[in-house]
């Protein structure tokens, strides 16, 4: 403990499960005699320890020349990282071994080469997308303790290639079933590597991909890897944001200043900015902008792009998320008058602009569609306590319908690659022909839907941008009720989130 202290200021530290060792490694130190040291036997006692809540590293220069948090599957010690897998329980050894709970993807680029290494698919009965040129992928074994390992595997196993950093892009969904993208650098020769699946190797140049047999998600994936590493020409017209977020969820947001020129001054903003002429792409944009406005690297945060928003003028802003648990009173703010933990449950405490707003929301509800898929849950449901003048706005389902009869609030199922947000806008305005600003996140309820599966429900309190007539289009009739004691038959589990929400009489 007190080395730690010494090296790190890491304080407040406890002992992971029993406080056993994980590891006691025992080597030969040779004689070294201008230290009068003689050989002998050296034992390192390694023990696994816990720190929770803010985290801030003061590194002793003269012993630690730097530190970074990773992934128990990259500890480069076979044994230790076996012995720390075990005992945060990784991997889950009771998991059946058809259970493919998600797919690794890795996109290496040669930049002196150009092009992105791929190998042509075989074309045997039960492979993916058969004949077709693909990055190097596959789903996760058993064994396998994280999206990181399972990349690497499948890329040593399927061309031999190790030690390469790969960087985690992005994660997305298709159909429940999670895809995780990773980035890595390799300008070697394909012809020097031992393809054990597939046809033929090689690194196929953006300009052909429409003129080799592609898969759609492969060319999607693949094309968003080179777009986040592209320079840009000027006019650049895209922008970068960060959402930065501690263990608690909350992110790490600023204070604009208020001096001439200012956009959107006095409000609150994730970090981010605009490209220079030296950034390689907009992925080189944000990791400069972090470093140069709160002083954390890369290393700290391990951004990963979580969507791209379009504005009304075409111009992009690319918004990625990271984690960082460190306190900031310990970061130099360069540009701003504060900076704080801001938890996005409750944006609606401080100004912001929409385009800040909107993303922070989009943070949220990136946490909470990975923590149900997490759970198991697939079937995802947006929907929103519409209030205006103290009166929530219910709605009857259609005789016809599923639950005929019943009273609820305005929600719907999010469609293909929909996030929360987006869908809870989309479902509200196509329901009850509704503008709405979200308030706050509600928390949500799971139920059982009409095919007799686990269904999850975001809730949002909103309020109605231009109060007007409802104009219903899936339901046969709306009310507006003041209390609890005041709402018709419902559910039970709309019911008993509403008691916790929604006062009565």
């Known amino acids: 403990m007190r080395e730690i202290v010494e090296e790190t200021g890491l304080t ?18 040779e004689a070294r005699p201008d ?24 590194l002793q220069a003269e012993e630690v020349g730097a530190a970074q948090w990773c992934s128990p599957s990259e500890i480069g010690d ?61 789903g996760a074994e058993p064994h396998d303790p994280d999206p990181h390992a399972t990349v690497c595997r499948e890329l040593r196993e399927e061309t031999g290639l190790e030690n390469i950093r790969l960087t985690l892009l992005f994660s997305t969904h298709t159909n429940g079933y999670p895809r995780h993208v990773f980035h890595g650098v390799w300008d070697g020769d394909p012809d020097t590597l031992t393809l054990t699946e597939g046809r033929k190797l090689a690194f196929i140049p953006r300009d052909d ?52 020129g200012t956009c ?19 992925r080189g944009t944000i990791v400069r ?49 504060a900076l704080a933990f801001v938890d996005p449950r409750h944006l609606g405490d401080r100004p912001m602009s929409p385009l800040a707003r909107y993303a922070a929301l989009r943070g949220l509800a990136a946490e909470l569609e990975d923590q149900a898929h997490r759970d198991g849950i ?26 005929g009869g019943t009273w609820e609030t305005s929600a719907g199922r999010l469609e293909r690659g929909e996030s929360i947000i987006d869908a809870l806008h989309r479902e509200i305005m196509e329901e009850t022909g509704l503008t709405i600003t979200i308030d706050r996140y509600a928390g949500h309820f799971d139920y059982t839907n009409a095919r007799g599966r686990t269904s999850r429900q975001f809730v949002f309190a909103c309020t109605p941008q231009k109060p007007g007539p409802v104009t219903l289009s899936e339901h046969d009739r709306h009310q507006w009720v003041r209390a609890l004691d005041d709402l018709p038959p419902t559910t039970p589990e709309l019911r008993c989130f509403l008691e916790q929400q929604w006062p009565r009489r």
């Open 289 to 337: 902008e972090v470093h140069e406005e709160v002083g954390l690297d890369e290393a700290a945060v391990h951004l990963a792009h979580l969507f791209t928003h379009t504005a009304d003028d075409g111009h992009l802003t690319y918004v990625f998320r990271g984690t960082w648990d460190g306190d900031p009173d310990t970061l130099t703010l360069t540009e701003g008058r």
């Open 378 to 403: 697939h079937t995802l449901v947006a929907g929103g306590l519409i209030v205006h003048d103290e009166r929530l706005l219910v709605v009857r389902r259609n005789p016809d319908d599923y639950l």
């Open 35 to 58: 230290k009068d040291e003689p050989a002998h036997v050296h034992y390192d006692v390694r023990f696994l320890l816990r720190v929770r809540g803010p985290v801030a590293l003061t």
């Open 12 to 29: 407040g530290l406890e002992a992971f499960g029993d406080g056993a060792p994980v590891r006691i490694d025992v080597h030969l130190i």
């Open 78 to 138: 076979p044994v230790l990282r076996a012995r720390v897998l075990a005992s945060l329980g990784l991997p889950r050894e009771d998991r059946p071994a058809d259970e493919d709970p998600y797919c690794a993807v890795v996109v290496i680029t040669g930049p002196a080469r150009g092009g992105v290494l791929m190998h042509l698919r075989d074309g045997k009965p039960g492979i993916w997308a058969p004949g077709t040129w693909a990055p190097m992928s596959g």
């Open 209 to 260: 991909f429409d003129r080799v047999p592609l898969h759609p998600t492969t060319r999607q994936d693949t094309n968003r890897v080179l777009e986040l590493f592209t320079p840009r020409q000027p006019p650049y017209s895209y922008g970068t944001l960060a959402l930065i977020a501690n263990r608690s969820g909350h992110l790490l947001m600023y204070l604009r200043g208020d001096s001439p």
């Open 264 to 282: 959107w001054p006095d409000s609150w903003s994730p970090n981010g900015g605009k490209p220079e002429a030296s950034d390689a792409g907009p």
